[in-house]
């Protein structure tokens, strides 16, 4: 599209979420006039870390912000899969050859402060809540719960895996449990019992259960992540100490140690969910991004990672296409065969023999069940 049809695109941006920063930045390097309408009141991500992959942070730098994220990061060589006592089975190095950027480890937190805070100054509005999403003719109107409307050109609904704007347009599908549950929180690296000797994940595997110690030396801390095998889908469970000590049970003792220690006020509990995948991502004049379009278990580590890489190519695609309608359809074509994807391979988890090893002869709660 030419310079000028961009400067006066007006697009809305629902969720203010990694997917919806990521667009808005990219989307107002455009030119394009950017509104970002986030539900919450005030911006708070899990206390967790994430690993920003050598094509994010390739991202960050064409976008000219690679140093305010690299800042509150700290670059790391490799992830590593070991078993439940500490044998190595795989290696993933990251950069990979050919690659010239690390993957970055970073809190979530600093993470969500670093993208919303490289956006233009009153292009977040706090306390919007979607309700509904209406296309009338060549763009959509937003209606929000606290009783404003919105129009726009262009809507990017960023609004996660239980999105408004997918629910109301696109599909209405449920999520699906995974038949997992995920306890997170960040302790200092002096309680990590010295398992922490470099800047590189590492994850620790058996009998229903992942243990990720992901380094955070840039803060003096570790993101302490269980992934565990459990039937109760309640998004938030009910969980206490002891059985988070039953999903380490045989582990290295270190790793059992730590969760004897670890506060439970602190850590961060949720069954975990995905989609399945989503045939149409956009109209002529709305489009997903991130969760929203391909929510995805969290196992190749590919969430977040996904959502800013859509936000690029949602830019890419408008700057490449002769119009709207064109760049939509290019965007759904670069980005939807590479997340159908990712969230077939994120899916491949325990074997049945597995499972029943850990629960037997009970089955995880019905797909879809939320
Ligand atoms: C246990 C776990 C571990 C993970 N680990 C990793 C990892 O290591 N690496 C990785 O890359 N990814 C990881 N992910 C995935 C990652 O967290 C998600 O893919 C990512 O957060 C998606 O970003 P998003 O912006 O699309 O959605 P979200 O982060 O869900 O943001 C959506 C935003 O929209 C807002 N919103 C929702 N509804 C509305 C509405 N109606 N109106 C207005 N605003 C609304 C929400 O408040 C939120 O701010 C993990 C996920 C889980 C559950």
Known sequence: MQLSDLENLKIAVVGAGYGGAAAAKALSLLGAQVDVYEQASRIREVGAGIGLRPSTMIRFREWGIFDAIAEVTSPSDYFEILTATGDPLMKEAWPADGEQVHTHLIHRGDFIDALLGVLPGGMVHLGHKLESVEEKGEGA???????T????DLVVGADGIKSVVRHQLFSQQPPVFSGEHAYRTVISTDAAQG????????MYIGRGTKVYLLPLRHRGQVSFDITALNPDGTWAPQVTKENLLKTVEGFDERLVAITRDLDMDTVNIRAVYDIDPVDTWHTDSVVLVGDAAHSMLHHQGQGANSAIEDGGALADALKQADSLKEALALYQATRKPVTDELQRISRQGWTEEEINDVFPGQKPAAAGQE
């Open 195 to 202: 398992m922490v000797v470099d800047d590189n994940l590492r």
């Open 141 to 147: 109107i937003l209606t929000f719960a606290n009783g």
């Open 149 to 152: 409307t919105a129009e726009a």
